[in-house]
């Protein structure tokens, strides 16, 4: 039997695993990171007169602040398709996404063709500025609100032995973030070093960058960031 790690959410993988399983694979799940929703202060942003909104990510489409802001009217822009799809299903609001669903895809997009706007992008804290320092160049205001962080995920001593011993074939990870606690574990011990010499599979060239640069010795890019992209990538 072929085995998949996948190191995203939880909440993602059900509808991969029941695809990859009617294909004989088995899914085993271990999320390398914790998303814990930050104390948002959106005073300064709830009466913004704003020209467009860019959700950087799912975790970015919270609950708790689209309650408080409005984006109603606004150019609403998210860099991925299932962060579209959250957006609309919480609130409505219909978000355009680049075809090429980075951050990089969205730069070269028309989407961000413009100048001389005020753009407020929702994200998680920490994180890549090249979003924020490109649209600037573009003599843009830009301005950012964290509504998440990311924390390592804690590796329990059964998760680590089931890994282990299934030896999984392929991993998938999603984010720097998610690849950065993956190799902790790895260089604790907790995890085997075979892990580094398996299929490692993720949704940019520059994770698969810095995954070689750690020490990860196959990669390869899933061509569309999508479930059925992960699937079309291993079931040939």
């Known amino acids: 039997m072929r085995r998949l790690l996948v190191t995203r959410q939880p909440e993602d993988n059900e509808v991969l695993t029941k695809a990859l399983e009617a294909q004989g694979w088995q899914v085993i799940s271990w999320p390398a990171l914790v998303i814990k929703t930050t104390t948002m202060e959106v005073s300064n942003y709830t009466d913004m007169d704003v020209d467009i909104v860019v959700f950087t ?8 602040l689209l309650k408080r802001l409005n984006i109603v009217n606004k150019t609403v822009i998210c860099i991925g398709t299932t962060t579209a799809e959250k957006l609309f299903k919480r609130a409505g609001i219909k978000a355009a996404t680049p075809a090429k669903t980075t951050t990089e895809g969205l730069l070269s997009s028309k989407l961000l063709e413009v100048s001389n706007k005020k753009i407020l992008i929702i994200k998680g804290k920490g994180g890549r500025k090249l979003l924020k320092d490109e649209l600037r160049k573009r003599n843009n205001e830009v301005f950012t609100l964290d509504v998440y962080s990311r924390l390592d995920n804690t590796l329990t001593d059964r998760e680590a032995e089931k890994i282990n011993q299934l030896e999984p074939e392929y991993v998938l990870v999603t984010s720097v973030d998610g690849l950065y606690s993956l190799k902790k574990q790895i260089d604790e011990g907790k995890l085997t070093k075979k892990l580094l010499g398996k299929k490692l599979l993720s949704f940019s060239n520059r994770i698969n960058e810095i995954a ?8 390869r890019t899933v061509n569309k960031m999508s479930n059925k992209g992960i699937v079309e990538t291993l079931v040939k």
């Open 57 to 64: 990510s799912k975790n970015s489409v919270s609950a708790q």
């Open 212 to 219: 070689k640069k750690i020490g990860f010795e196959k990669v």
